[in-house]
């Protein structure tokens, strides 16, 4: 009995680090293949590492990686799904609120749901220059002109230099 559960511990011991390296492997390969623009190659990855079922924080980084490479193929619809669950799994990191908002934009989802995003982006990330661009294009969209302008300039102040021609066509002078 004592053998068998020593035996048993092992195994488990074994595979949990055999299953922790595949992880690691998956994503190392999967970043590579982000960096050569192999998006379809990392979606694959990505979802080896999503079936290993790893920790939380693992899973979230699949997710998001993964939404972040269907996007880059045009696969909205799936990359909103993978930012919606990256979000669930850890909803406190500006950038996957940024670009599910980015994804809604391309789905033409309602702009007060992309303004949303935005504003959490920005919540989690004060300094977040490109979230307060977008936000402020969603808000002319959604004819918010006065409060678009304003996180326009502020996309402005804060270094986002594309700003400035937005700038100028909605609100005027900078």
Request: proline share 2%.
């Amino acid at each position: 009995m004592k053998y068998i559960f020593i035996t048993l511990t092992f195994a488990f011991l074994f595979f949990s680090d055999i299953q922790s390296q595949t992880v690691r492997d998956f994503a190392r390969m999967a970043k590579a293949k982000m960096e050569l623009g192999d998006y379809k190659g990392a979606v694959e990855d990505f979802s080896s590492i999503i079936r290993l079922q790893p920790e939380y924080e693992e899973l979230y980084q699949a997710h998001f990686g993964r939404g972040y490479a269907q996007f880059q193929l045009g696969e909205y619809e799936k990359a909103k799904t993978d930012f919606d669950r990256a979000i669930r799994i850890y909803p406190n990191d500006a950038e996957v609120f940024f670009w599910r908002a980015y994804t809604k934009y391309r789905l033409r989802y309602r702009a007060s749901s992309e303004i949303a995003d935005y504003n959490r982006a920005i919540l989690l990330k004060p300094d977040y220059a490109e979230a307060y661009f977008n936000r402020g294009q969603a808000k002319i969209k959604n004819r918010q002109l006065r409060s678009g302008c304003k996180d326009l300039r502020q996309a402005l102040e804060l270094g986002y230099e594309e700003a400035e021609t937005h700038v100028k066509i909605h609100c005027g002078e900078p």
